[in-house]
């Protein structure tokens, strides 16, 4: 059985583009409400890449919540976004097989940043306080550090290119 990716993507864009991308999100929901699991646009040719559990976030408009197997469907989303002319930004993760990043598709640039083995290193759990450490502080949830450590990725590249 696979792991389960959650992701999380924000479409932008012109607002006919968009609504073209939530027509196409809100099929893929009816579709599945309706039993039919994993759903593809009909212009994605691969066989891979399934939008499972699909669902709008209530808070943004032409912001989608679903789940992959194993790894985030990186490939689907910009054949979407190039289909309708749109940029995305998708939040993936899947702690069981040390999966965390976020991929940004904007002016026809695709940039996907995300934690590699050694990241993880980073922090230890210890039983005895029952919490995460890491650079000498205490945090409740890995999913903390995990976020600083993409963020200083994120804004290291931007320096880079700066």
């Known amino acids: 059985m696979a792991n389960w990716c959650n992701n999380k ?3 932008n864009g012109d607002k006919d583009s968009l609504n073209k ?3 196409l999100f809100q099929e893929m929901i009816e579709k599945e409400s309706k ?8 212009f994605i040719e691969t066989k891979s890449g399934y939008f499972f559990e699909i669902y709008q976030n209530e808070t943004d408009e032409c912001s989608f919540h679903y789940e992959t197997k194993w790894r985030p469907n990186i490939e689907s989303l910009w054949v979407i976004a190039t289909h309708y002319n749109v940029g ?5 993760e899947e702690s069981g097989c040390m999966v965390y990043g976020k991929t940004i ?4 640039i695709l940039q996907d940043f995300f934690l590699n083995q ?13 919490c995460y450490e890491f650079e ?3 945090y409740d949830y890995q999913e903390e550090i995990m976020t600083i450590l993409l963020d200083r990725k994120i804004n290291n590249n931007k320096q880079k290119i700066a």
């Open 21 to 23: 991308v939530l027509a």
């Open 35 to 42: 039993g039919n699991i994993g759903q593809l646009p009909d």
């Open 9 to 11: 993507v924000t479409f």
């Open 118 to 130: 050694c990241d993880f290193q980073d922090f230890i759990y210890n039983v005895d306080t029952d």
């Open 88 to 92: 995305f930004a998708l939040h993936y």
């Open 105 to 108: 598709y904007e002016n026809e």
């Open 136 to 138: 000498g502080k205490n």
